[in-house]
């Protein structure tokens, strides 16, 4: 099932095993498979900086996906409300962004990517849309407004309408 006909109420099915997620009109949580890690954030500015698909060769490896959905939060507003000690970090520079430093932040327990940091965006963290728990958030406040390496897109994906696409990064 899609998500909920009224986009104006939150709607949080069952989806993994955590069935404490919420949202208000201003912040929401973003909670692994099992629920060992959850975090909040805000769904508007300026803590929320920005939204996203990237079609990168390193986010289709890191998501075992043909792109990755996500989203920019700035790091003053990013709240750990459980299972920080939880996570588990991989982090390299052999990467697209050739002298940048990726961490990739997974559950320890189930594996769930939760976010990204990369210190060519010092302060920021790319955490991931299908993380969030209200399910409308991903086609409302977290509609990705860009598309990013649009040159490496597979062939038989078509690309977002009405957003700006970039062939690289910004």
């Given amino acids: 099932m899609a998500a909920a006909a ?7 099915p069952l989806a993994g095993s955590a069935s404490d997620g919420w949202s208000t009109e201003d912040e929401a949580t973003a909670t692994c498979f ?3 890690v959850q975090l909040s954030f ?10 996203f698909v990237c079609n990168c060769y390193d986010c289709r490896k890191i998501t075992a ?7 920019i939060i700035d790091d003053k507003y990013l709240n750990h409300i459980r299972g920080q000690e939880n996570l588990k970090a991989f982090g390299q520079s052999k990467t697209i962004f050739k002298k940048n430093m990726n961490t990739n932040y997974f559950c320890s327990t189930c594996g769930t990517l939760m ?8 302060g920021q963290s790319a955490l991931r849309i299908g993380t969030v728990d209200d399910f409308n958030l991903h086609e409302t406040k977290l509609r990705p407004q860009v598309e990013l390496f649009t040159k490496d897109r597979v062939c038989w ?5 009405n957003v700006q696409k970039f062939e690289g990064m910004f």
Avoid: H, Q, W
Wanted: proline content about 12%; overall charge positive.
């Fill in 6 to 12: 009224d986009k104006s109420k939150p709607f949080i």
């Fill in 34 to 36: 099992c629920g060992a």
């Fill in 42 to 51: 805000p769904t508007s500015g300026p803590g929320l900086v920005n939204a």
């Fill in 65 to 71: 996906s043909m792109f990755a959905s996500g989203f």
């Fill in 115 to 122: 976010y990204r940091v990369s210190s060519g965006f010092p």
């Fill in 157 to 161: 994906l078509p690309g977002l309408e």
